[in-house]
């Protein structure tokens, strides 16, 4: 725009000198041809031409300066428009970018979101499956345990149970021994208490 204007006042100029040079040669050929011919150059119908083309040239000057405003103001108006419709274009672009990144920051947050629910869901699953696991294999053991107490009980009242006969076989025994060495017993019982020990002494013996 600045260069336009220099451009447009330099043109101004050069065409008022041109114009100023050539009134100046009319003004000094009329000059010479009036001194020629014997008219008085001080005299007043010269001063009178003089005054009217002075007259004249300001209103040329003055239609030239009002063209030139008019020109410069034109081209002023075109460039600003210029500078409006180019910063509506890039306000316009900027909009539009802001906007796109805004969709795709948005996109991204979730995707980003899906990602991570998806995540979360994989790892409740597996911290339930081990769970569950762990939950199996405590059981598994419990029930191992149980059994084996349930056999160590059943060994023990098995074993006790044996005790018990045993201890009463003996106290059956020897009450049979004092009543065969006292003789109170028949001979018939006699040697089948005999037989009897014989057998006992042997089961003891296993």
């Known amino acids: 725009m600045k260069k336009s204007l220099l451009l447009v006042l330099i043109i101004t100029f050069a065409f008022f000198g041109c ?9 000094h050929l009329m000059g010479q041809g009036q001194i020629k011919t014997g008219v008085n150059p001080n005299s007043i119908t010269a001063q009178t031409k003089v005054k009217q083309q002075e007259h004249k040239n300001k209103v040329e000057l ?3 300066e009002a063209d030139t405003k008019i020109k410069l103001e034109k081209i002023r108006s075109q460039n600003e428009l210029s500078i409006a419709q180019i910063n509506a274009q890039t306000q316009k672009e900027i909009v539009k970018e802001e906007s796109k990144a805004k969709i795709e920051t948005s996109q991204m947050e979730v995707a980003v979101k899906k990602e991570s629910v998806k995540y979360g869901v994989y790892v409740a699953i597996a911290v339930i499956i081990l769970l569950m696991l762990a939950l199996y294999l405590l059981y598994l053991n419990a029930k191992k345990n149980r059994e084996l107490k349930q056999q160590l009980h059943e060994e ?6 044996f005790l018990k006969e045993k201890e009463l076989e003996e106290q059956r025994l020897h009450k049979l ?23 006992s002494k042997n089961i003891i013996n296993q």
């Not at 023990?156 to 149970?161: A, I, P, T, Y």
């Open 19 to 27: 114009s100023s040079e050539k009134e100046a040669k009319k003004v």
């Open 177 to 199: 021994i004092e009543l065969a060495a006292d003789g109170k017993l028949p001979k018939n019982i006699e040697s089948e208490v005999i037989l009897s020990l014989s057998c």
């Open 62 to 64: 003055s239609k030239i």
């Open 156 to 161: 023990k009242l098995k074993h006790e149970q």
